[in-house]
């Protein structure tokens, strides 16, 4: 509400009755571009157990991340941001700033999924920067053994 014919002007200006004041432009302190390090994330996907049991391929899941995860707006193109690296079974994501854990675990979702594998395997995770594919525990299993 700063100027309608003369009447509406800022509250403060109004009961102070001042001219409005300007703002001053703050510089910011100058760094040199080339020093100005970004900073690289890591995640980590253990997808062991299903690895071993036959169930989950790696190397699909690994190229499933490769192909969808999305920088700048475009899936497969990752560029110097993003790697996704495979050591056996477990997937290491290596990514600029920007990049979410919380995505990470869209994709694992997304990936079982398609591979109809949801109802088996869930994604948990395991620290602050790594998922796990784990089995749901059942509990009847347990009263079927006794």
Known sequence: AEYMGGIFKSFRQR?????PKKK?????PTTKAGSKKKEVLKFVVNCSKPVED????AAAFEKFLHDKIK?????????HAVK??????????????????RYLKYLAKKFLKK??????LHVIADTKTSYEL???EIQ?????DE
């Not at 009961?15 to 001219?19: C, E, I, L, T």
């Not at 996704?84 to 854990?101: G, L, M, N, Q, Y």
């Open 54 to 57: 036959g169930i989950l391929d």
């Open 24 to 28: 001053k432009m703050v510089s910011k």
């Open 115 to 120: 591979h109809q594998l949801r109802d088996w």
């Open 84 to 101: 996704v690296t495979r050591d056996k079974s477990v997937i290491t994501i290596h990514a600029e700033a920007p990049f979410s854990k």
């Open 71 to 79: 920088v700048a707006g475009k899936a497969g193109q990752l560029g």
């Open 140 to 144: 009847g299993d347990e009263e079927e």
């Open 134 to 136: 784990r089995y749901f």
């Open 15 to 19: 009961v102070s009755k001042q001219k």
